[in-house]
């Protein structure tokens, strides 16, 4: 059975909720933390269309993809993300890159639901 843990998004700023989340999802707020296990945790995340998206960051914050090819890399601004996918990608975002950058990663995506 997985623990749940609801995070309110409304009215903060996407990366002090990401913090919080990824605390969840690596399992640093159990006593039994170990960085090679995955706790049975499931973060849910409310609210976040009402998260504070600052004017200035959505011009200026900048995404970038490279397909491999030459002249491949792509570079979009938050902005052109959050008319494209939403702002829940813009979370989901900084929680993947704040999350260790090993084989465990993708499964402790698998535990993490954002809702509007």
């Given amino acids: 059975m997985k623990k749940k843990h609801i995070i309110d998004a409304k009215g903060r700023v996407p990366g002090r909720v ?10 640093k707020n159990r006593a039994d933390f170990a960085r090679n ?5 499931e973060v849910e995340v409310v609210s976040s269309s009402q998260m504070l998206l600052s004017a200035k960051k959505l011009k200026d914050k900048l995404y970038s993809h490279y397909s491999g090819f030459p002249g491949g890399l792509k570079r979009h601004s938050q902005e052109y993300v959050v008319a494209t996918k939403g702002v829940r990608e813009v979370l989901r975002r900084a929680v993947y890159g704040m999350l260790p950058k090993n084989k465990l990663r993708a499964q402790m995506m698998k535990n993490l639901k954002i809702n509007d």
């Avoid at 296990?37 to 945790?41: H, L, R, V």
């Fill in 37 to 41: 296990k995955i706790p049975e945790i």
């Fill in 18 to 27: 990401a913090t919080e989340v990824v605390m969840f999802l690596m399992g």
